[in-house]
């Protein structure tokens, strides 16, 4: 009995042994945290950028082929650009230098749009170079932005669909200049531009406006782009004693004018236009450019933009960013088209994807209130520039550097 006992003991250890072994142990849980779910990566989304990195222009193009580097670099440093699908774009940026020169701003476009593939179209740096592309951009139905000022670039807008610009136009300008003159009393000018589709545009928003305003233009004198001598021009005007001259150009023929203005002696007030916005201009005409006013948007004197413009935050960003990027350059106001022009081309990609025509619809549609270097845009099916008088400021040039001229202050410059 004891041993049957024994027997039935040891059975009953033997298989709670067995069943303890083929239970498996737990796993120890992980005290680790869970890494956060990393989006997928998709194709690159691609810009294409046509700008004049050379020649005359190029004192244009330069910041604004910076600029754009610029944005690609943080973009993607900060993963990237996610598309409507959630995943993360690369931003691939092509740039093409037209060398100042349409004929080759066409081929470049033709290029990036037929060839690369690119999703939008950024370019060029003038109003020829841009004009010399709309072809290509509208035969390809490929959303192009323009960092040139010419009116025509947009208009008339029932044949530029495809087409934006992110600089004031010249009209806007002018309006400024004219409150300038009207504040000092002055009712005869002369006026000396470039002879392409940007000095004409300007001189032609001039001659309206300043008609209408009874203000006699005496002289309208044009030169070609790369003269480097106006004693000619110049000197008729000296003999017409304008109270003021008017001058449509950019830096580079912009800067030789104003300095022979002043060997011939002639002493009534400059009013160039917004061309001469960067420091090239100060640079090239040395001391002749001490005085010389002009209407630009607010980027040269965003310090003393009140704190509560909508835009003096955005401004004092990108003077930094440009500064760290390009290792202490100073910015300038084509470079400010340029980050305007590229800044909303990634909110489009960011928005709908690379598909041309959504693009083109989100520019059109949903660009609204965007706070730019430019101004604040809203462009719609009527107005493919968005921005205009209120995002300018004139300003003059003082000790080698800008100073702002409030409106109650004109009189007294």
């Known amino acids: 009995m004891k041993k049957r006992f024994l027997a039935m003991t040891l059975l009953v250890i033997a298989v709670l042994v067995l069943t303890a072994c083929a239970t498996p142990t737990a796993a120890p849980q992980s005290t680790s945290p869970t890494a956060a779910p990393q989006a997928a990566a998709g194709e690159p989304y691609k810009v294409g950028l046509v700008t004049s990195i050379t020649g005359p222009a190029s004192s244009l193009g330069i910041p604004e082929r910076d600029t754009a580097l610029m944005i690609q670099d943080q973009v993607n440093k900060a993963g990237g650009i996610k598309g409507p699908d959630g995943a993360m774009h690369q931003m691939e940026l092509i740039v093409e230098d037209d060398a100042s020169d349409a004929s080759k701003a066409t081929l470049a476009a033709k290029k990036l749009v037929e060839q690369d593939n690119v999703a939008v179209l950024i370019g060029s740096s003038g109003s020829p170079a841009s004009l010399a592309m709309i072809e290509t951009a509208t035969k390809n139905s490929t959303p192009m932005i323009s960092m040139a000022s010419a009116s025509q670039i947009v208009n008339p807008i029932a044949e530029r669909n495809w087409i934006f ?34 000095g004409k545009d300007s001189r032609d928003a001039m001659n309206a406006q300043f008609k209408e305003a009874g203000i006699e233009v005496l002289a309208d004198e044009v030169f070609q782009p790369g003269d480097k001598d106006f004693t000619a021009q110049l000197t008729k005007i000296k003999g017409l004693n304008p109270e003021a001259v008017i001058i449509h150009a950019t830096p ?162």
């Open 165 to 198: 610009k992110t600089p004031q136009a010249n009209q806007p300008v002018t309006a400024v200049q004219l409150d300038w003159l009207k504040a000092n009393n002055i009712t005869k000018v002369a006026s000396i531009g470039v002879n392409n589709a940007f």
């Open 252 to 413: 580079g023929e912009g800067a030789p004018l104003t300095v022979q203005y002043h060997t011939l002696g002639m002493t009534a007030p400059l009013l160039h236009n917004h061309g001469i916005g960067n420091k090239d201009f100060i640079n090239l005409a040395k001391d002749a450019a001490e005085g010389v006013m002009f209407p630009i948007g607010k980027l040269l004197v965003a310090n003393s933009l009140p704190d509560s413009d909508p835009q003096k935050a955005v401004l004092l960003k990108y003077i930094a960013d440009y500064g760290a990027f390009t290792n202490g350059k100073a910015p300038s106001s084509f470079g400010g088209h340029g980050w305007d022009a590229v800044q909303i081309a990634v909110a489009g990609l960011q928005a709908v994807g690379p598909d041309r025509a959504k693009l083109r619809d989100y520019f059109e549609n949903q660009v609204k209130n965007f706070v730019g270097i430019s101004g604040v845009f809203n462009w719609s099916p009527t107005d493919h520039v968005g921005i205009g008088k209120e995002s300018l400021v004139l300003v003059r040039i003082k000790d080698g550097g800008w100073e702002f001229v409030a409106p109650d202050k004109y009189a007294a410059q």
